[in-house]
């Protein structure tokens, strides 16, 4: 039965105050991270959108999902020139520091694919596995975002735009709840979600900085998987029927990351789109936690 996400923390991570919800206990940890970035026009994604498998994943182990940094109820950063993927990253680490989180499980969604991979590579004291789950932004290629999202209803943001891009994103649309929805929706009018668009959109850091220096860590972190990879055992998990991220880029990655980790494994939910997770909890929980305790402690 599916039970809400209840009694969210707060923790002040470098003068952000970062919101995050933690359940379960255990020998294992598992820190989730959703998708999305700062300011974006799509979707005020959060760490509700683990909503759906949160609380059975915390019936195995401990588990924490974290609003990433300018997303949810966690602050915007404290400079315009943090307003970048690299500081998203940074942020979540500092977050894992700031909890003495060490020797744990990391998975990441989209964006938060690229975030855990990265995590993976600068800090491998501090990840047991790594989990990346259907991400454009870490795969090679141009994403089909654009033409798979292209004209929304307006105005971006509201409730109809947002169920909008969530159901284009996806296999099936059975899968958007209306707390779900209802949560986008608060987090996209609070007024630190206005000013965190209005900086990327009408101010100009998205072009400006994000999306340009995303290309050139995007281009640091392919070469450093092919030459050097990842230490700890890695599940790449996709959607077969993502629009956007599709899986031929999922394989990809697998390959290039399986070239240099023997313990690389790849898991395939049919009849999934981009929110895999969603649209296919169980299979995507029992997948998930097959591969946690596949590994030696």
């Known amino acids: 039965m599916f039970m809400p ?18 359940a379960g206990q255990g020998d294992d940890t598992l820190v989730l991270f959703h998708g999305g970035n700062m300011g974006s026009a799509n979707l005020a994604e959060c760490a509700l959108d683990w909503e759906l498998n949160f609380n059975n994943l915390a019936g195995f182990c401990r588990v924490i999902a974290v609003d990433k940094l300018g997303q949810g109820y966690t602050d915007n950063p404290l400079k315009d020139i943090d307003f970048m993927m690299n500081q998203t990253v940074e942020h979540a680490y500092r977050f894992m520091t700031e909890l003495g989180l060490r020797n744990v499980h990391i998975a990441g969604h989209s964006r938060g694919g690229f975030l855990v991979c990265r995590l993976a590579l600068d800090h491998p004291e501090l990840v047991k596995s ?17 033409q798979v999202l292209a004209n929304p209803p307006h105005p971006r943001l509201s409730r109809e735009s947002q169920r909008w891009i969530i159901e284009h994103y996806s296999f099936s649309p059975t899968h958007i709840t209306t707390a779900w929805l209802d949560a986008v929706v608060e987090v996209a009018k609070l007024p630190k979600s206005i000013e965190a668009h209005r900086k990327m959109t009408a101010d100009g850091l998205s072009k400006k900085q994000f999306m340009p220096k995303l290309a050139e860590d995007r281009s640091r972190i392919f070469s450093e998987l092919r030459d050097k990879g990842i230490t700890c055992p890695t599940l790449v998990l996709w959607g077969k029927n993502d629009p956007t991220a599709v899986l031929q880029q999922g394989e990809i990655i697998f390959n290039l990351i399986a070239a240099r980790q023997k313990h690389t494994q790849m898991a395939v939910l049919n009849h999934a789109g981009h929110f895999c997770f969603r649209e296919q909890p169980d299979a995507f929980n029992a997948r998930l936690m097959g591969f946690i305790n596949s590994i030696e402690n």
Do not use: H
């Open 130 to 146: 790594c989990v990346i789950i259907d991400t454009n932004t870490l795969a090679p290629g141009s994403p089909r975002s654009a």
């Open 5 to 22: 996400m209840q009694k969210p923390k707060f923790v002040n991570v470098d003068g952000i105050q970062t919101r995050y919800f933690e």
